[in-house]
């Protein structure tokens, strides 16, 4: 498991390689430390959910560069994509109806045909989808069921000995204290907050509320 720091000269494009690779990396975002893959790649979403011990019947959400690749893969109307604009970028997972037939490996897309998407406020990640230019399948790093990770040495410890582990850990030192995403299913006629996280209920209403 190899350790790459945060401001090294050139990290994004060794990043984008070892995701070009299939490979797994774990990263800083804007709110815990997560694992990342290229969503179209089945050994690396694979490599995921055996890294987390993550149960295949809770798939992963996908971060997109913006609101035009999420379109090339959801189903959204008119009013959702205004709510959209409105709360994206940010710390929010939109859960949408996947559209009849999408490119992505085997568990992204939920039994019920929806996918999770979040556009992140994170300028390293929004770089990374910028020059990668597809989805990138992520879920936080720690192990099912343990807390989500702040700090890299929580980081290092929660692989240490493990079968199989992450191919890279980007080291972004410590984050400051986080929430995950506050994540809202879309699919039905009324928003539903299915995780309560940064986005407090309230706010996501006034949101809401707004568009016409």
């Known amino acids: 498991m190899k350790t790459l720091k945060l401001f090294q000269k050139g990290v994004v494009e060794k990043i984008k390689k070892v995701l070009e690779k299939g490979e797994v990396i774990v990263f800083p975002s804007d709110t815990v430390y997560g694992l990342l893959c290229d969503a ?4 690396a979403v ?8 993550r149960p295949k019947a809770k798939p992963l959400a996908v971060f997109v560069k913006d609101i035009e690749m999420l379109e090339a893969f959801a189903e959204i109307n008119e009013k959702q994509k205004r709510f959209l604009e409105k709360i994206l970028p940010g710390k929010v997972t939109v859960v949408l109806k996947a559209k009849s037939k999408v490119d992505l490996a085997q568990g992204i897309v939920s039994s019920e045909g929806t996918i999770g998407f979040r556009i992140p ?3 390293l990640v929004n770089n990374l989808l910028s020059q990668f230019n597809s ?3 992520q879920t936080s790093a720690n192990i099912s069921g343990s807390s989500p990770l702040l700090k890299i040495g929580e980081v290092l410890k929660e ?4 079968k199989t582990k992450p191919n890279l850990v980007l080291d972004g ?9 506050t994540v ?3 699919t039905d006629i009324q928003p539903k907050i299915l995780r309560k996280g940064k986005i407090r ?7 809401i509320k707004s568009i016409k």
């Not at 209920?201 to 949101?207: D, N, S, Y």
């Open 40 to 43: 179209k790649n089945k050994k």
């Open 201 to 207: 209920k309230q706010e996501i209403m006034k949101i």
């Open 46 to 53: 694979e490599r995921i959910f055996r890294i987390k011990k």
């Open 184 to 186: 809202i299913d879309l």
């Open 173 to 181: 030192g410590d984050l400051r204290k986080a929430q995950p995403s």
């Open 135 to 137: 989805p990138l399948a």
């Open 121 to 123: 406020d994170c300028p």
């Open 159 to 162: 692989f240490e000995g493990a």
